[in-house]
């Protein structure tokens, strides 16, 4: 998902060292990415589109996406990232900004959990 040079805003598909590669291949998960020989201008917006024509672009990007090989380990990068921009892994900005926060919503959960548990444990 490499951004056309005409789009300075959004960020290179490399990802960073935070992110391990793949255990079961030689190199780093990206090299296997359908979109690096695919489409590439689908996965990010150009300036001003239309909702319809966003729209449309992005459920083509996500086409790409079903086929990828390393759809998972994409989407996770985007979102330890946090990738703002594009379709990776399946997943518009938009969608991964609730993926992220459902997670967040249930660390915290987990949290009042165990806090609970140590709780009861101590008084025990």
């Known amino acids: 998902m490499l951004p056309l040079p005409h789009q300075p805003l959004q960020v290179a598909a490399v990802p960073s060292q935070r992110v391990p590669a793949r ?11 359908v979109c690096r020989r695919d ?8 300036s001003k589109e239309p909702t319809a024509a966003r729209l449309a672009r992005e459920e ?3 086409r790409v996406c079903a086929r ?5 380990e994409c989407r996770e990068h985007a979102l330890l ?7 990776w892994g399946g997943l518009t900005a938009a969608e991964r900004r609730v993926v992220l926060a ?5 660390d915290v959960e987990l949290k009042k959990a165990a806090s ?4 009861i444990a101590a008084a025990g």
């Open 60 to 62: 083509a990007a996500k």
């Open 68 to 72: 990828c090989p390393v759809m998972v």
């Open 23 to 33: 255990e079961d291949e030689a190199g780093p998960w990206h090299t296997e990415a």
């Open 81 to 87: 990232q946090p990738e703002p921009y594009g379709v």
């Open 116 to 119: 609970a548990g140590q709780q």
């Open 39 to 46: 489409e590439a201008g689908l996965f990010f917006a150009p």
């Open 102 to 106: 459902r997670r967040r919503r249930r």
